[in-house]
């Protein structure tokens, strides 16, 4: 189903999608919030820019954008994917808990803030440029990966990365020796354990926008995890 949104609110464009029984490609996007929010069953094209929350609780629904997308792409969702072929604002995956978000470009501040797993329900971030401050804070779990992809010497991740860290795991493509990480996590060099770890998820970040898996796999990787389930002890209790 076609739908030209330049004379939809969210609301009326949310409607027109969950009544629609085929999959839906949306032209005309331009700032509607919260589109597909909490949806499951549907595959949503979009042309344009959706604005703030894009997929919110997604529940399983596949989402493509060919474009930017704003802040607050993936809040709480809980399973599917989010595909942007462009660059996202701040938030990405806020408390995400399950799904898929693969991004080709950059990611703005706090990307993959709380996110969170339970049992074999684990999220998936993978960024394919940069992304900014506070990259991964208070993560509780699954995966955060960052490639660095055409940064032009521009450091990989911005300034306090992983703070609050108390679960999951992040990569960063790249040693990392410029970035300062807090005294809760450890970053060391990834093994080839741990890179088999993320194979998957970079070879079909490469099948979505044409880079090659053994091109970005061969760089070495920074792996980051916590020391503590109590990082808060650490952070502001005085030894």
Wanted: aromatic content about 8%.
């Amino acid at each position: 189903m076609k739908i030209n949104a330049c004379n939809y609110d969210y609301k009326k464009l949310n409607d027109i999608i969950r009544r629609s029984e085929e999959n839906c490609e949306i032209s005309g996007c331009c700032g509607q919030r919260f589109i597909a929010a909490g949806m499951s069953d549907k595959s949503i094209t979009i042309d344009g820019v959706p604005g703030n929350a894009l997929g919110a609780y997604l529940n399983g629904a596949s989402i493509t954008v060919n474009a930017n997308a704003q802040d607050a792409v993936g809040d709480t969702m809980n399973e599917g994917e989010i595909i942007i072929h462009g660059n996202i604002g701040d938030a990405a995956g806020y408390a995400m808990r399950g799904g898929k978000i693969y991004v080709k470009g950059n990611a703005g501040y706090r990307a993959g803030i709380h996110m969170k797993q339970y049992e074999d329900k684990a999220p998936v971030m993978v960024i394919g440029g940069t992304a900014g401050s506070f990259l991964g804070e208070y993560q509780a779990g699954g995966v955060i990966v960052v490639l660095g992809l055409e940064a032009n010497k521009q450091r990989i991740v911005g300034n306090f990365p992983c703070t609050g860290m108390h679960g999951g795991k992040m990569f960063l493509r790249g040693d990392c020796a410029d970035i300062k990480f807090p005294r809760q996590v450890t970053a060391r060099k990834a093994a080839a354990e741990d890179t088999e770890e993320i194979r998957k998820y970079v070879s079909e970040y490469c099948a979505l926008f044409g880079y090659d898996t053994e091109d970005i796999m061969n760089a070495p990787f920074t792996v980051v995890t916590p020391d503590s389930k109590n990082p808060y002890k650490q952070m502001y209790v005085a030894n």
